[in-house]
């Protein structure tokens, strides 16, 4: 009876250790990190929480996930395939820009005719490009767009947005952070920025299914996980001095610079005072992936019941 005791015992124990909430998430961008953060400080689920490289479409592609985080624009692409897909929470709304060198005759935004643009085509990054020229009157056959690489800490290797810069190869480009920060901190006064977040901003949010969120214990967890990223967002958005130099190790950057660029990230949480703009919202911007897609547009009730609030109500 005392052995089998010990087995159960140690059966149960290796079930506790081997169960996990998995979270598929791009581990090298400072966006991710309030889930690091929160796993290492706050969460107290019944089960650990781990996360794992990736985004989105391994929460789709893979049952073993049960949450993911991305942009909103990988949401909706992922959406498009599979509707029981849900947005439960937002992490942060990162506030892109376009950075440009004032020695290639670069002084207002117009001046983007015909230049040079470095983005990431079919990112968010490449949607806030095409979306800030736009409603700028440019076109885009009005200018090039050149591919390239992030760059997290410099100096920049070949191929990156702050090294094609400096290398003249491109005039301009539009990325997430750190790259803007440091090509800007390499151009000096030679710098031009341009930036609207009421036209696009990166809305880097937490995703799961309606099977994930039905099953009773996957969904405790998931509501623990929240919870504890709510925690966290109240330290991001009034951050202590120490909070730089232990998050910046976690995406290879210096901490310097992750301070310099930590106001153009907002620690968001809900959206319940701007659901319907939300809305409108990823109804815009799933247009242009359509018609960038060669696909139909999700229909807007779908799109409304993918921004799922019943786990923030359970908070």
């Not at 079930?15 to 581990?27: D, G, Q």
């Not at 232990?246 to 968001?268: C, Q, R």
Request: hydrophobic share 40%.
């Amino acid at each position: 009876m005392k052995h089998r005791l010990c087995l159960v015992g140690a059966l149960s124990t290796l079930i506790l250790y081997t169960t996990a909430l998995r979270i598929a998430t791009s581990l090298q961008w400072i966006e991710h990190t309030p889930q690091r953060y929160a796993i290492e400080h706050f969460y107290n689920g019944s089960s650990r929480a781990q996360l794992v490289s990736g985004g989105v479409n391994n929460l789709v592609g893979d049952n073993s996930f049960d949450l993911a985080a991305n942009a909103e624009t990988q949401g909706l692409r992922q959406l498009n395939g599979r509707r029981s897909l849900r947005l439960i929470y937002i992490i942060c709304e990162a506030q892109y820009r376009i950075v440009a060198d004032r020695t290639r005759g670069i002084e207002a935004i117009g001046d983007l005719r015909g230049k040079r643009i470095g983005t990431i085509p079919g990112t968010s990054a490449g949607y806030f490009v095409s979306k800030l020229l736009g409603v700028s009157g440019i076109q885009p056959n009005q200018y090039s767009v050149v591919s390239g690489n992030a760059c997290m800490r410099a100096p920049c290797g070949q191929g990156t947005f702050p090294q094609m810069m400096q290398g003249r190869q491109i005039d301009a480009f539009g990325l997430w952070e750190p790259a803007a920060e440091i090509s800007i901190r390499n151009l000096g006064d030679n710098a031009v920025v341009f930036q609207n977040g009421s036209v696009y901003r990166e809305i880097y949010s937490l995703y799961s299914t309606e099977e994930k969120l039905a099953n009773p214990s996957i969904r405790a967890d998931i509501v623990e996980f929240v919870r504890a990223l709510e925690k966290t967002l109240e330290v991001y958005n009034d951050p202590p001095e120490g909070i730089y130099a232990e998050v910046a190790p976690w995406v290879g950057m210096d901490a310097d610079v992750l301070k310099g660029v930590w106001k153009e990230h907002l620690w968001t949480g809900a959206w319940d005072d701007w659901a319907e703009e939300f809305v409108e919202y990823l109804v815009e911007e799933d247009a242009y992936l359509a018609r960038d897609g060669n696909r139909r547009p999700i229909p807007r009730a779908d799109i409304e019941a993918f921004l799922d609030t019943s786990v923030l109500a359970e908070l």
